[in-house]
């Protein structure tokens, strides 16, 4: 079946545009994940979404970055005011039902903040 | 706070060479152990997991025995090949938000 997928595959913005990441889980998976990686900080998480909540979003690096899910499927990650440092590649994760299911990663979006 | 800390990179090893990727946790409770593997140009792929002490995960000729006592998950392979050239990361997941921790990533190189 289709994996995780991820629009778009690469993003290059100005400083200080707003940018919107996609994630399409796998069908069925209730549990979504954000990573960040990048060179300086290695692989870090930033929120966790079971259906259309999100029980943690302690991993959000600033008030600039949020993120939804509709209909228990797609997700947006929103950088808001893009700085040079938020140049990265955003991977998102889905899981089965819970979150002790194993995750199953997307390709990523390379974001470079010019 | 929960952490991992992997063997710095990069690993450069023969054809048929045995391999040792180290991996040690810091984290309170019982967290499960994970090693996944991103091929050149592709995304993360579970190589393998091990969610109790004493437990050995394995997959595609890979290794890693989740010991308890010296909080480690080293990841070995008795005979690499020219594709297992990756990027390799060691993780956990300890709070029930599945929440991974990732270790730093060590970057392995097979020549034929």
């Known amino acids: 079946g289709a994996g995780v997928s991820q629009s778009p595959s690469n993003k290059v913005t100005e400083k200080g545009k707003d940018v919107e990441l996609r994630c399409d889980p796998i069908?069925?998976?209730?549990?979504l994940y954000w990573y960040r990686q990048s060179l300086g900080q290695g692989l870090e998480f930033l929120i966790y979404?079971?259906?259309?909540?999100?029980?943690?979003k302690s991993g959000l690096p600033s008030d600039r970055f949020s993120a939804e899910r509709t209909g228990g499927s797609v997700s947006t990650l929103t950088i808001q005011r893009t700085q040079q440092e938020d140049s990265a590649v955003y991977l998102c994760?889905?899981?089965?039902?819970?979150?002790?299911?194993?995750?199953?990663f997307g390709p990523g979006t390379r974001l470079l903040v010019l | 706070g929960n952490s991992v800390t992997q063997m710095e990179g990069p690993v450069t090893l023969s054809e048929e060479a045995f391999l040792t990727i180290n991996c040690t946790y810091t984290a309170t409770g019982y967290p499960s152990l994970f090693w996944y593997v991103q091929y050149p140009g592709e995304g993360l792929q579970l190589l393998l997991k091990?969610?109790?002490?004493?437990d050995k995960g394995s997959n595609k000729g890979f290794e890693a025995t989740y010991r308890k006592e010296t909080t480690s998950f080293h990841l070995e392979k008795g005979s690499v090949q020219v594709s297992d050239s990756a990027v390799y990361f060691c993780a956990l997941r300890s709070s029930n938000t599945g929440k991974l921790i990732f270790g730093q990533g060590t970057t392995l190189q097979v020549k034929p």
């Open positions: 069908s069925g998976h209730t549990a």
């Open positions: 994760a889905s899981s089965f039902l819970t979150a002790q299911e194993t995750q199953y």
């Open positions: 979404f079971q259906g259309n909540s999100a029980p943690d």
């Open positions: 091990a969610t109790k002490a004493d």
